[in-house]
């Protein structure tokens, strides 16, 4: 894993090395017979099994897995070609359909409801030969299941909405994940758990099998995209699950750049840590500095440059969430009268679309910026709110694409993420730079 970080005393050690290794050592094992798919997948489960009385983090196991891992396990012995992931065990957050498998979403008006079929970013990851093993806990059980708990420690929070898509992969129950992103819940989750994730350019991803239904327009913020133990991963599966589908207008067919291909060496990089509204630790600031100097010791030119209107961020988005939508995504069925009126949902959209302009503005001097993923590590249970999202926010509202990988550690011996912001359409950057964070290694706070 990226960060020796130890888990809670009470979750037992990892005792198994299949458990540490990156998706893609663990396709490179497979494909070269070093290691068997059913192996892998077997190593997977177990792990879960040990681990989710006190996690909370997986809804429920995919009966079939094991059989998928040995027609995998077939194929290779016959010698046919397979994907990039062929073999590779991955978890789906339960806002995300699997064919076969329930979407309750955490809610009890859904708990009967099997999707016919995958979600599109489901089917392409079992193209590419991944083997869908569980479905994950959202939010705070949300409210059908049991609260998911950090495996750093149990007492605090694994981050919210992706909450056990980050439990399990930090636990070692997963080496990759699929969960979604609307204003952090990707982001802020990893942070806490200390994994790698990406909030992929809005667009890039198609929302399209997700609950709750997204439409472009009713929402331009959401996307789905990967957490992992390695940032390395990170593209690997954005390659997988990226490209347009009908069933997502928004969803547009961008080619990719590759993160192994982009030079280091003067990329401008801004970086801040003041935020309006927050209070980051002094943990927390010493990790953005120390990433900022380990980016300028690989060339990158980096400045210390705060972004225009932040404090923007958290009311355009307040307002935003204040918006009646449908409970419904075929008629328009509304679960409450409006709040607003006709003017101030104009009146937020202008103020959204100023501070959009204003940031692509400010990213014509810089590729990219480094920041703060929160203010603190992970919280107790029960002790945050939406202050939490206050360094995350800006980025959905402009739809960039957001990489976090673990770089310090606090005097708790808790995770601190850093985020890597770059221009959208432009992942490949912000993938690039998350992975030479994380060959620098993370630096304690002492």
């Not at 809610?107 to 089917?123: F, K, L």
């Not at 750093?152 to 979604?180: F, I, K, M, N, Y």
């Not at 801040?272 to 500095?289: C, D, I, K, L, W």
């Not at 221009?423 to 993370?442: F, K, M, N, P, S």
Request: charge should be negative.
């Amino acid at each position: 894993m990226p960060l020796d970080l130890p888990l809670d005393p009470a979750l037992p050690p990892l005792s198994d090395p299949l458990l540490e290794a990156p998706a893609t050592e663990l396709a490179r094992l497979i494909r070269e017979h070093a290691v068997t798919a059913l192996e892998v997948v077997t190593a997977h489960l177990r792990r879960i099994g040990e681990v989710n009385g006190q996690l909370n983090a997986i809804v429920r196991l995919d009966p079939q897995a094991l059989d998928h891992a040995r027609a995998v396990d077939a194929a290779l012995a016959r010698g046919e070609a397979l994907g990039p992931l062929a073999g590779v065990p991955v978890t789906v957050k339960d806002w995300i359909e699997v064919a076969g498998l329930v979407c309750d979403a955490g809610y009890e008006h859904r708990a009967e409801y099997v999707p016919p079929r995958d979600a599109p970013v489901v089917a392409r990851l079992r193209e590419a030969g991944a083997i869908v093993v569980g479905k994950s806990t959202v939010t705070e059980g949300a409210p059908l299941h049991p609260r998911p708990n950090n495996p750093r420690d149990l007492a605090r929070t694994p981050g919210s909405s992706s909450s056990g898509e980050a439990a399990v992969v930090a636990s070692g129950g997963s080496p990759l994940g699929l969960a979604s992103d609307s204003g952090g819940s990707i982001r802020w989750p990893a942070h806490c758990c200390g994994v790698a994730a990406l909030k992929p350019t809005t667009g890039l991803v198609p929302n399209t099998g997700h609950y709750p239904r997204l439409g472009h327009l009713s929402d331009p913020r959401t996307t789905i995209g990967p957490l992992a133990r390695s940032a390395r991963d990170l593209e690997v599966a954005l390659r997988v699950i990226a490209g347009a589908d009908p069933g997502d207008p928004g969803s547009v067919p961008v080619p990719l750049g590759d993160a192994a291909q982009v030079n280091l060496r003067g990329l401008r990089v801004a970086w801040f840590v003041a935020m309006p509204g927050a209070a980051p630790t002094p943990e927390t600031a010493r990790t953005v500095e120390e990433a900022a100097r380990a980016l300028a010791d690989r060339g990158c030119t980096v400045v210390e440059a705060a972004p225009p209107r932040l404090a923007e961020s958290l009311p355009i988005t307040e307002g935003y969430w204040a918006r009646v939508q449908s409970l419904s995504f075929e008629e328009w069925r509304p679960p409450r009268a409006p709040t607003l009126s006709a003017e101030a949902i104009e009146r937020g959209r202008f103020e959204w679309e100023r501070f959009s302009r204003s940031m692509a503005a400010f990213f014509e001097g810089f590729d990219a910026v480094l920041s703060p993923v929160a203010a603190r590590p992970a919280p107790e249970h029960g002790s945050w709110g939406r202050d939490e999202y206050r360094y995350t926010l800006p980025w959905s509202l402009t739809g960039q694409p957001a990489a976090v990988v673990p770089f310090g550690v606090s005097p708790e011996g808790l995770p601190i993420g850093i985020q890597l912001i770059a221009r959208r359409w432009r992942d490949d950057v912000a993938i690039a730079l998350a992975t030479a964070l994380e060959e620098e290694g993370a630096r304690p706070y002492d």
